[in-house]
């Protein structure tokens, strides 16, 4: 009975090409074992009493109230887990009309929320497939404004052959004007020069002669510049171009190795490491000291913060050890605006005190704990740290757009 039933509706499905468009891979011995069920479902309805009938519609109402609810839970946590992974991270300070341009807003305007995050995850996601950038302000191509007025132009006149004539009446030309046909930027590829410091060396005409007093010569030399590092022929502008290429490009010193092996020049890494090391001790850290005198001196606050960082091959530490780069940066506004940035191995509070030794302003920090130590500052709390939880704890619906149906999310 059940095979002639299989056969019967595979047949119908099979000459109803409606249906078997949509329906051909679908599994038969599935939907049989859901005809039996509804079936059987059926028959107990039938032999069912009007008060077993009200109870049973209670029940599934019940059930149904809770599957909807766990489906809207699991919507609600897939959208949030979607904000962490592809929303945006940045976390920029919003300023309204309605409040003063000094006075920062801890929220967004209700309607840049809503657009806002609406367009987190599809953005984010567009960028992650497409790799494009969002629309920007479209830059003309050619050199800078600023540029142009350091480089020097330099034209190039075609003019005709002096014993040319008229092809018409075989007379001559005259100048009438000049046009302008193209503009173009040429490249002068960096060139190598070799600069010999010669000093040179004076000898008296009269001492250690027999009319002098002195029986010995007297020497002078030359006063020459101070090289920039002892025993190397690293230059400033040499040493400038190595320092470009690390610090403001990120080419890695092995890459530099490379590039500069290509131009002729034999320039190793580990040299240009010892560059980097001598350079700041000799030149660089009495800088740094003076910026942190400067801002610890001048500013009436500060904000603050630490993040993790790990170094490889450092002495008597292991490359898995948490090391911190601690930065101290000046508020916006103050006599003394700049960052300091201090690696430190360590993220105890005595790091901080050492740090904001002498500061005596308002210092802005996160929650970590070990800045409240810090003595005679006035600690003031980050209003993006605070927001950060209130913005995370807004629900999105299954349209990405922020459930602000609650009360506390009303404005009047």
Not at 138 to 155: H, Q
Not at 281 to 299: G, P, R
Not at 374 to 401: D, M, Q
Request: with cysteine; proline share 3%.
């Amino acid at each position: 009975m059940i095979k002639l039933q299989f056969k019967l509706l595979k047949f119908q499905f099979k000459h109803n090409k409606k249906i078997y468009k949509y329906h051909k891979n679908i599994d038969f011995s599935m939907l049989l074992r859901y005809n039996y069920i509804m079936e059987s479902k059926k028959k107990e309805v039938s032999e069912m009493s009007y008060e077993e009938l009200i109870s049973e519609n209670k029940n599934l109402q019940f059930q149904k109230n809770e599957l909807q609810i766990k489906y809207d839970n699991a919507i609600l946590e897939l959208n949030a887990l979607k904000r962490i992974v592809f929303g945006s991270k940045r976390e920029k300070t919003p300023v309204t009309e309605s409040i003063d341009i000094d006075q920062c807003s801890l929220f967004d305007d209700e309607k840049d929320i809503e657009e806002n995050v609406q367009q987190q995850t599809a953005e984010q996601l567009e960028e992650m497939t497409v790799y494009r950038k969002k629309n920007s302000k479209k830059r003309v191509a050619g050199l800078k404004k600023s540029t142009m007025k350091d480089v020097v132009v330099k034209r190039q006149e075609y003019v005709l052959n002096a014993d040319e004539k008229c092809p018409e009446c075989n007379c001559d030309f005259k100048l009438v004007g000049k046009k302008v046909v193209r503009t173009q930027i040429d490249f002068t590829p960096a060139t190598f020069n070799i600069t010999e410091i010669v000093q040179n060396i004076y000898k008296c005409t009269n001492c250690g002669t027999e009319e002098s007093e002195k029986e010995t010569p007297t020497f002078a030399k030359a006063e020459i510049p101070r090289p920039l590092l002892q025993h190397s022929f690293a230059s400033p502008s040499l040493a400038s171009e190595v320092f470009y290429q690390k610090y403001y490009l990120g080419v890695p010193f092995y890459r530099q190795e490379k590039m500069w092996d290509d131009k002729g020049l034999v320039l190793p890494r580990n040299m240009m490491t010892n560059w980097a090391i001598k350079i700041n001790e000799y030149y660089l850290e009495s800088l740094w000291k003076l910026m942190l005198h400067e801002i610890k001196a001048e500013c009436e606050l500060c904000h603050m913060d630490e993040t993790g960082i790990q170094v490889n091959k450092e002495h008597g530490r292991k490359p898995s050890s948490n090391s911190y780069m601690w930065f101290l940066r000046s508020g916006k506004g103050e006599k003394a605006e700049g960052v300091v940035f201090n690696y430190l191995p360590s993220r105890s509070a005595a790091k901080a005190k050492e740090i904001l030794h002498g500061y005596t302003g308002i210092l802005v920090t996160d929650g970590y704990a070990g800045y409240n130590e810090i003595p005679n500052v006035t600690h003031a709390e980050c209003w993006s740290h605070a927001r950060r939880y209130f913005y995370e704890s807004v629900p999105l619906l299954g349209n990405k757009e922020m459930d602000t149906s609650s009360v506390g999310f009303t404005r009047n």
